[in-house]
């Protein structure tokens, strides 16, 4: 009978035509058999799946799982045969009996030699004994591919070095000699790793393994699926490995590549550099190029978290999808566990297919701080993402998509079915073109998933059919927020194209975007220069609507319709948000609706421009109108602010519409409908048309109530062409005593015309009217309520409070004010202002109804042309000493929050108190030039505007703020600067001496105009008098010009050749030191410039000062 001792027993199974016994061990003896210090477990059987029989003995593990136990594979851990290691935490390490095995003879473990029994002073239970083993290092001497045994110095080979890793347990490293620095190790066949192992090269330029274009470079893999050992290679370039897979790398482990090269390696089905099974792929500093694959010439992953950082994928090819990475996912686990690409950068990779950078079917990616540029693909230059039946979520965050060119959609992303997160990135430069189902999405395309993006550019990409930055059709929802759309092009949408998709832009901007005509295909609209948003069919409220918040459109074009924004079908809401200078060739340069049911809500439609109908909003479905401000608009035929033709109702309330303009009907608005047209407590005033200069209506009779429809220009019917029916409207042609003509920042998200103390349309209205629109706040929106005083007002503004108003004065020098800074009347404002001179701003504050309460303290912005002057002092009137304060921003243009308060109780309720003085100086290198071939002076304005005022009136009391008519001031050129460097020297007299003796109407120098000073019509002696008193000034100087006493009234006008006789002033005399000063100055800076014959003639010139008799010049 044999004892069993230090055994291991697992793995094994019993089976028979009955029931099967032992599966480890089964006993015959009627004597009990001695087993001792081993392991009997893992076995299967009927019954007694480890031992079936009787037996005695000690220090046994028996049990039915070898989890945490030991290694259930069996391989080679050393010594003649393969064993089962123990795991490093079993509990048979060091559980046994010493005395057993001494009694047994054992001094080895089953491997044999080298491997003792008995470790740590206690044996283990099983035949394998675990030990502290030390990590080999191993240094690789030679370049040689062999395997011969002979480990001496210079004689290791990489092959060897990893085959000894390979049968020792543990983390082993494998180095490389010095002496093999530049060059290469040559394989004959791949090398396999089946052990935790680093491999540290010399340098990425240093040591380079090759295949040889015959061989895979590494296979590593332990053998087992259902263990992952650890793999680090680094400082190594791979190349022309080749597979069918996996031609440098094979791998189904965990992998750690650093500061790794792979370039030039091939495989004909997949992962030209990597192909990784399952695992991990841990990469950094590191370059993937060249590389040749069908699918996924960088890396192809299955199943396989990747964990790429600071490396570069360039110039790899595929013939399929996936040029760079293909990542394909079937386990919903990767949840837990994303793939993360950080820092790297994709160029110039070509797909054949799908996937210029990377293809991801069914994994979850983060993508961030990368770069995909100048890829090339079919569908996705930059990534390619698809659902597989499992999430294939990307996230991108702070990337660059940038010049992917050769794309048919999705130039920087396609993303099919699956969800896609862009933060804080930029899309740019990408172009995508073809027909049919293709050329949509120059920075995004997505279908079936969902799209947020936030923080984002997109600029200057294109798409031939739709969404120049982004296309979406079919999905969940698109969100953008706190995204800019610059200078995107396409047919459809060069902003967004969006269709079948529930919409928000929230907090965005869209600048220059354009939807043009493809050419030879001038049949299909061009709509949508910054958005085309569309549902096949009516949708139901609340089915995929549409929401646009605090964004901004701005210089968008569209060849068709829709400038900024086409909609069509589905429902829409645009609150808070500005839609300007944009242009149409057709219709709609601000909205075109089409069959949509349209809300525009305390926003601006200004500026834009229409070459057909409607420049602010086309509307050709259903219409409100509410607390907006459309002006500015100019449209070529019909419509300059609204067109209106539709099925549709349409209602506006609480509105604005001024300084609209159409070269034909209705300048506010046109419409041609036969369903209602409601205007509710609705300003429209300064529009302009040749028949109905505020509104025509055919077909359908506009119902005006508590509006006003006054101060508009026609050839036919200033106010309205049409019929109409009015409660409590006013319909007149003059304003005058009425509202503010000027469109203020009177507060609220939109500018309106203030009614003026006393007008018409104060407590005037319909309340009933006004409630049964739902009217609870005039346009300004929540702070401004409709009814104040027990009545409503006519019109969109609602007085609100005692008015207090604001004049600005320009003035030369300070005006005397009485001690509480007071004054009876208002200075005079100044006509103009010399380019080259300082003046004064007042601001003066009164109440111009006769009120109790004087003015408490005032708080504003200030703004002004910063081309042609400049903020450099503020002071304040003498009541107002309290809390004062205000920036001057001379970079905006604006001093912001200007505000001061005063002790005094009386101050501003009779006559004007002074609030503050700025003083503004000339600009240097300002905007202020002469035009010398439009024979102008080019005055400019310096366009001075109080914006964001609250005047407070004694006890806290609010007031409703008017402002007084804006200072016409104008700012002129200096034409004794005529070169316009600030300074009047011999460069200005050259100049003036090639004009003298010349007839400005009839001379070819243009200078002539200006030349002549006194505009007589002569270049003569009196206009060289004149640039003789002013010679030698300067900007910077604090010496004044000496101006013309006709200048500027007599220079606002083109030069004729009729002549005229010249003003008679009173000479100036000028000495003969005076003017000899002035011939030398210019002889000296002129004589440089001339060859010696004109020296000699320059040198010849003299002046002579003479005393004339009254009268001698006329």
């Avoid at 048979?92 to 047994?104: K, P, R």
């Avoid at 089905?269 to 069908?294: H, P, T, W, Y």
């Avoid at 429809?709 to 019929?723: R, V």
Wanted: proline share 3%; net charge negative; aromatic share 6%.
């Amino acid at each position: 009978k044999d004892n069993i001792v230090n055994r291991t027993i697992d793995g094994n199974g019993a089976a028979g035509r009955g029931i099967s016994n032992g599966g480890g061990i089964y006993l015959f003896s009627t004597d009990p058999t001695l087993i001792l210090n081993t392991i009997i477990a893992g076995n299967q059987a009927d019954s007694g799946q480890q031992i079936a029989g009787d037996f005695t003995g000690t220090a046994n593990i028996i049990q039915e799982s070898i989890a945490g136990l030991l290694d259930p594979e069996l391989k080679d851990n050393g010594g003649p045969t393969k064993t089962h290691a123990l795991l490093s935490d079993s509990a048979a390490i060091n559980a046994g009996d010493n005395i057993a095995a001494t009694n047994a003879g054992l001094t080895t473990d089953q491997r044999g030699t080298g491997f003792s029994r008995i470790v740590s002073d206690i044996i283990d239970i099983g035949a394998f004994e675990s030990s502290v083993v030390e990590p080999v290092d191993l240094v690789v001497s030679t370049t040689s591919d062999v395997v011969d045994g002979n480990y001496s110095p210079g004689l290791l080979s990489l092959r060897e070095a990893i085959q000894l890793a390979n049968s020792t347990s543990g983390a082993d490293t494998i180095s490389f000699d010095a002496s093999l620095a530049g060059q290469t190790i040559v394989l004959t066949s791949e090398l396999l790793i089946s052990d935790h192992l680093t491999i540290t090269g010399l340098g990425v330029d240093q040591l380079t393994i090759s295949g040889d274009n015959d061989s895979r470079i590494f296979n590593i893999f332990d053998g087992q699926v259902d263990t992952l050992i650890d793999v680090e290679i680094s400082g190594l370039t791979l190349t022309k490995g080749s597979s069918t897979q996996g031609g440098a790398i094979y791998n189904y482990e965990n992998i750690v590549l650093t500061d790794t090269l792979f370039t030039e390696n091939k495989a004909s089905s997949e992962g030209a550099a990597i192909f990784s099974g399952q695992g991990s792929v841990s990469m950094s500093e590191s370059r993937l190029s060249a590389n040749i694959a069908d699918r996924g010439a960088g890396i192809f992953a299955i199943n396989s978290i990747l964990t790429l950082d600071t490396s570069t994928f360039s110039g790899n090819t595929v013939t399929r999808d996936g040029s760079a990475i293909y990542n394909i996912f079937y386990t919903p686990s990767l949840e837990l566990n994303p793939s993360t690409i950080t820092g790297c950068t994709f160029v110039d990779n070509t797909a054949a297919g799908n996937g210029g950078g990377i293809y991801n079917s069914g994994g979850i990616i983060i993508v961030s701080d990368s770069t995909f540029s100048e890829q090339k693909a079919v569908l996705g230059g930059g990534i390619y993402s698809k659902t597989n039946g499992y999430t294939g979520n990307i996230s991108v965050i702070n990337s660059t998509f940038s010049n992917n060119t050769e794309v048919e959609s999705g130039g920087g992303i396609y993303s099919d079915g699956v969800g896609l997160s862009v933060e804080d990135s930029f899309f740019t430069g990408n172009v995508v073109f073809g027909e049919n189902t293709n050329g949509l999405g120059g920075g995004i395309y997505i279908t079936g998933g969902s799209l947020t993006v936030t923080g984002t550019e997109f600029s200057d990409n294109v798409a031939s059919r739709g969404g120049g930055g982004i296309y979406s059709g079919g999905n969940e929802f698109l969100t953008i927020s706190a995204s800019t759309f610059n200078r995107n092009q396409s047919r459809s949408g060069g902003g967004i194209f969006n269709n079948n998709t529930t919409l928000s832009i929230l907090d965005s901007r869209f600048t220059e975007n354009q939807a043009l005509v493809t050419p030879g295909k001038e049949y299909l609209s061009a709509v949508g220069g910054a958005v085309f948003n569309s549902y096949a069919v009516a949708t139901a409220a609340g089915e995929m609507d549409t929401l646009i918040a605090n964004t901004e459109f701005t210089g968008n074009y569209a060849d068709n319709a829709g400038a900024a924004i086409q909609q069509s079908f589905g429902f829409i809401t645009i609150n808070n948000s500005l839609i300007t200078e944009n242009l149409v060739g057709t219709s709609g340069s601000g909205i075109h609706n089409s069959f949509g049911q349209m809300t525009v809500h305390q926003s601006t439609i200004s500026n834009n421009k229409s070459l057909g109908n409607g420049s602010g909003i086309s509307n050709n479905g259903t219409l409100l109108l509410s607390e907006s401000t459309v002006a500015g608009n100019i449209a070529t035929y019909f419509g300059g602010g609204v067109y209106i033709s539709s099925d549709g109702t349409t209602t506006i309330s609480n509105s604005t519409l001024s300084g609209n303009q159409s070269a034909r009907d209705g300048g506010a608005l046109y419409a041609n409908t036969n369903q209602p047209l409601s205007i509710i407590n609705t300003t429209i005033t300064g529009n302009s048309a040749v028949r109905g200069g505020g509104i025509r209506a055919d077909n359908v009779i506009p119902a005006l109530t508590n509006s006003i429809i006054a101060g508009n220009t026609a050839d036919l019917e200033p106010q309205l062409y049409s019929n109409y029916t009015n409660v409590n409207s006013i319909v007149q042609d003059s304003i005058v005593g009425l509202l503010d003509p000027v469109l203020s920042d009177n507060g609220g998200p939109t500018k309106t015309h203030a009614l003026l103390p006393g007008s018409a349309a104060i407590d005037a209205g319909d309340n009933t009217a006004a409630t049964a629109a739902g009217l609870t706040t005039d346009q300004r929106g929540e702070s401004s309520s409709r009814i104040v005083d027990g009545t409503v007002d006519i019109g969109a503004f609602e007085v609100q409070a005692p008015f207090a108003q604001v004049d600005l004065r320009i003035v030369s020098s300070e005006t005397t004010t009485e001690d509480n800074g007071e004054v009876s009347a208002l200075p005079a404002n100044r006509e103009w202002i010399n380019e080259w001179g300082g003046y004064w701003l007042e601001i003066w504050i009164s109440s111009p109804l006769a009120t109790s309460q004087g003015i408490a303290s005032v708080n504003f912005n200030l703004s002004y042309n910063t081309a042609v002057t400049t903020a450099v002092a503020i002071e304040y009137g003498a009541a107002f000493t309290i809390g004062q304060t205000g920036t001057i921003n001379d970079h905006t243009g604006v001093i912001e929050n200007l505000s001061a308060v005063t002790s005094l109780s009386d101050v501003g309720d009779d006559q004007p108190v002074l609030f503050a003085r700025i003083r503004f100086e000339s600009e240097s290198a300002d905007a202020v030039a002469l035009d010398v071939e439009g024979q102008t002076l080019n005055p400019q304005s310096p366009s001075i505007l109080v914006d964001s005022s609250e005047i407070l009136f004694a006890g806290s009391a609010a007031s409703e703020e008017v402002n007084g008519p804006a200072p016409e001031t104008t700012i002129y050129a200096n034409p004794f600067d005529l070169n316009d460097d600030e300074l009047i020297n011999y460069r200005d007299l050259m100049l003036f001496i090639r004009a003298f003796g010349t007839t400005p109407g009839q001379s070819s120098n243009h200078f002539a105009w200006a030349a002549d000073y006194n505009q007589n019509g002569r270049v003569d002696f009196p206009d060289l008098l004149a640039m003789v008193f002013n010679f030698g000034k300067s900007k910077e100087g604090a010496i004044p010009i000496d101006y013309p006493a006709n200048f500027p009234e007599a220079w606002n006008q083109l030069l004729t050749v009729e002549t005229q006789q010249p003003l008679q002033t009173t000479a100036k005399s000028v000495t003969q030191a005076t003017a000899e000063t002035m011939l030398e100055s210019a002889k000296a800076e002129l004589s440089p410039q001339l060859d010696s014959e004109q020296r000699q003639v320059l040198s010849e010139v003299d002046i002579e000062v003479v005393e004339l008799a009254a009268g001698t010049l006329g």
